[in-house]
């Protein structure tokens, strides 16, 4: 390693905690404001809302951000209204969220049905927790039974392209098994542009470069349930701002291509599309530093491609060490839950970085800034930026 890389990252350990906490707050401030856009869910208003702040706030950095338009399908619960009546207590009504949480692929329904505990003709089925899914369904179907009740122990949402032939509730597993339900579930699928937005810090060599990416959709909303997506992964879009902020400040030896992708909720469908008609050659990329799920890191860091990528793990973390940054890390084998993957599958280098910690909100509506504590933000962008300049 060189001297001047060298002296960089001690000149980056030694930056005052002043400013590590303006870091911390410009991170809250970009995740707050990204929670803003009704759950950024692809078939809403929200991803498109999201979108163009990206664009602006990309401007306000000095970059000339790209817009890449590719199209998904979609299937959204638009509204949803579950009641039950328990015992003599009359109809109550169950908050969807909380009580509840339809399957993302229900189909749009409407009626009032008895629940048994045994699968009959025209009835809502409570089905035992023992009972597999698949099992469920077989019989469901052959029964004629009209709605599905899954008690489980956390409700997490999720997206679907398609509407399944019958719907399922998962219902909260400490909920008293109702006598009757009352259900009012309207759901549509709908073909919709998605988009990437792509943004160059051009560096001092043009023959190589890296790809530092995020993904900025979510689930959206669900009736009248808002999946913030704090965590996953306003953090990461956040990270990604400020790591841009941080390379306009100086010209990078290699450049940078940071990218915004949409879809990835959908099936990683947005960093699909980027590396089928990349903007740059994939031969001549360095890696690619995918960052998902970044706002906490008590427990420390958790790298997904590491464990079966040894030699791209140990030339990023031979920068770590060399910063003096010591946080436990969990080195995780290659797998297809985040946009690093398309990469790999067409042999770039790539990673997914995320953070461990906090209380394990995920794909609900509990996912808020305000539970974000970004423990390890600061010396984790120290990191990626002095990966970014190694050599």
Known sequence: MSRWVLAWLAWGVAQPLSDSLAQVRQLQREAQQLCRFAGRGHGDTGAKQALRYLQRRFRQLGYA????????????IRR??????????GWNAWRVGVDYLPAADAPSLSGEWPVD???RQGCAWWVSPETPLREALKHAQKAGVTLLLLPKERLMGSTAQTA??????YVQANRARPTALRLHLKA?????????LSALRTGSRADSAWVVGAHYDHLGRMGSLT?????????????LLALAAQLRKEEPPYSVWFVAFGAEELGLMGSQDWVQAPPYPLRQLRGMINLDLMGFGEKGVAVVGAADQPAFWKRLDSVRVALGWDPPLLLRPNAPNSDHFPFTQ???PAVFFY????????????????TLTWAAAVPFLRWVRAVLYSP
Do not use: C, K
């Not at 953070?355 to 305000?370: A, C, F, V």
């Open 65 to 76: 951000p790209q817009i890449d338009t590719f199209w998904v399908q979609v299937h959204r």
């Open 80 to 89: 949803i209204r579950v009641q039950v009546r328990e015992a003599e207590d």
């Open 117 to 119: 505990t045994l699968p």
């Open 164 to 169: 399944a032939p019958l719907p399922i509730l």
């Open 188 to 196: 549509q699928t709908l073909s919709t542009p998605a988009f990437n």
């Open 227 to 239: 999946f913030w997506g704090a965590n996953d992964n306003a953090s990461g879009i956040a990270m």
């Open 346 to 348: 067409r042999g770039v």
């Open 355 to 370: 953070l461990q910690g906090g209380p394990g909100y995920y794909h609900d509506g509990y996912d808020r800034p305000e």
